[in-house]
């Protein structure tokens, strides 16, 4: 008989201390949820109650997992990002709450009722099309990645949420395969690597070891899937369309310089929850 449900927990915690610092009873909690199955208000009602034998061994070795430094995220599999679960694997980068803030921006360019199309590069799980098309029901999506490991998750989470219909999934090195619709798209958007190659090592360990490498770094100072975005995005962009994308701290200046040497007008730099300058977002003049 294993041990009740609030002492496993409680010395889980304990022993996530060391790795997960303040976050360690949270992640205790979800790490012991996701290997019973228990909701949390079951949690709650029956703290007192010991889970079966074959949780309780499959929440020790999450734990175990967990002591090594590997994200709660990849261990249970999901991630919620814009209220929505979407499935994660070592391939795909696990959808941070930040960048929540490039998909406000996008729908305050998206209307709610109009059929409109949006190109997201770097697309990964999936995450921010998804949540897009989820809020825009007559948007049409397309979602390019250069990763066939991290294309597979996100048409997982397309079919999951019921959008596959809506999203097209595309093998591509930035713009290079995708198709554009007549007349251009309405948005184009990115979360791409922006961490400069030197600066990996200072990475936390979480990420470092278990995030993919792809998805992280882009060249000797960060910027160089920017440089390629915002030159490629005008000819593809419908005229009044918008160019939005998440920027890794420090670098919101740089990117907009780089808008603006591709034409863009209209440059707005967005802060996240924390007050960080998080999303540089552009228009495409109107031809006149
Ligand atoms: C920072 S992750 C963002 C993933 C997801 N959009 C999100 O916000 O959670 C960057 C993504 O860009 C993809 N990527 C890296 N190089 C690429 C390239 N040359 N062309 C297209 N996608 C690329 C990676 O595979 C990864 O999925």
């Known amino acids: 008989m294993s041990k009740p449900a609030f002492e496993l927990v409680r010395d889980a915690a304990a022993a996530l201390a060391g790795v997960a610092g303040d976050c360690a009873g949270i992640d205790a909690e979800r790490l012991f949820l996701a290997a019973t199955g228990w909701t949390k ?145 309405d948005a184009i958007l990115s979360n791409p690597p922006y961490i400069g190659e030197a600066d990996v090592v200072g990475l936390m360990k979480d990420v470092r070891d278990f995030e993919p490498y792809t998805a992280l770094t882009s060249g000797p100072d960060g910027l160089a899937a920017y440089r390629i975005i915002a030159s490629g995005a005008p000819a593809r962009l419908a005229d009044d369309g918008l160019l939005a994308v998440e920027v890794g701290e420090g670098q919101a200046r740089d990117v907009a310089g780089l808008f603006a040497a591709a034409g863009l007008t209209d440059i707005r730099i967005r802060q996240d929850l924390a007050g960080i300058d998080r999303v540089v977002a552009a228009k495409k003049a109107r031809n006149r």
């Open 41 to 185: 208000s079951r949690l709650v009602m029956d703290a007192r109650e010991a889970p079966d034998a074959a949780s309780a061994a499959r929440f020790e070795a999450f734990i175990a997992r967990r002591q090594t430094g590997e994200p709660v995220a990849y261990i249970v599999g999901t991630q919620e990002f814009w209220g929505l679960d979407f499935t994660v694997t070592p391939a795909t980068l696990i959808p941070r709450p930040d960048t929540e803030t490039l998909v406000e921006t996008a729908l305050a360019h998206l209307p709610p009722d109009a059929a409109r199309t949006v190109l997201d590069l770097g697309t990964g799980s999936g995450c921010i099309l998804l949540s897009l098309l989820h809020e825009r029901p007559r948007t049409l999506g397309t979602g390019a990645d250069i990763s066939d490991a991290a294309l597979a998750v996100a048409g997982h989470n397309a079919a999951h949420l019921r959008l596959a219909g809506r999203a097209t999934l595309v093998k591509s090195d930035w713009f290079a395969s995708v198709a554009v619709p007549e007349g251009g798209f």
